[in-house]
Structure formats: C-alpha cells, structure tokens
C-alpha cells in the first residue's frame, strides 16, 4: 500500500505562485509515476501534470497550465512537486496527488485546495 499527503495549497491572488509537495509513505519502492490531478466545482478531475520517478525523467502537462507550471522530483524520496506560476482564478480548485505502483495499482491523496482569487 501507498499513502500520500500533500501540503501547499493556499489562497493567492491572480499572478502569483504557490508550491505543491506531495510526499509518498509505505511500499514507496513500487512507484514507477507520479503527478497532479485537479478538480474544481461542478467539473470532472482532470490531469495537470505527471512524472515518473525511476529510470529517465518525462513529464507530461496539461495545455492550460503549459509554461506556467513544473513538476519536479526526489525519486529516492518519491516526493514531488508542483511549482504554479502566474496563477489564474480558473486554476481554482482541489489539487490531488497520486502514484502509480505495483503492476497497476494508484494511489490517491486527500487533496489539497487552491484558492485564486483578489
């Protein structure tokens, strides 16, 4: 089993930035990816941004948060980041983290809101 817990998540206002950590617990040694959903009221989660956390790094972003955000890594740790940038108020919203692991097993955190908004 895979526990995570994230942190950062604040009110900021329009254009600025916030840092996101989540941090892996338990059977850590079998995550092979990592990343970033979001789902804001009324609307379905969606993908923000995804890393993997052995071997070679890739990433994967979503359009609407292309060079404004950057995911970030400790593969020994299997602790990731998220760095938002520029931030707007249709960033707003809960921000989960999760693992992949295993043969194909994910694990999800409980969330962490962010509020944009002056």
């Known amino acids: 089993q895979v526990q995570l817990v994230e942190s950062g998540g604040d009110l900021v206002q329009p254009g600025g930035s916030l840092r996101l950590s989540c941090v892996a617990s338990?059977?850590?040694?079998?995550?092979?990816?990592m990343g970033w959903h979001r789902q804001a009221p009324g609307k379905q989660r969606e993908l923000v941004a995804s890393i993997t956390t052995s071997g070679s790094e890739k990433t994967i972003y979503a359009d609407v948060v292309k060079g404004r955000f950057a995911i970030s890594r400790d593969s020994a740790k299997k602790t990731v980041w998220l760095q938002m940038n520029s931030l707007k108020p249709e960033d707003t919203a809960v921000y989960y983290c999760?693992?992949?692991?295993?043969?194909?097993?994910?694990?999800w955190g409980r969330g962490t809101q962010v509020t944009v908004s002056s």
């Open positions: 999760n693992a992949f692991y295993g043969v194909a097993d994910v694990a």
């Open positions: 338990g059977s850590i040694f079998g995550i092979y990816s």
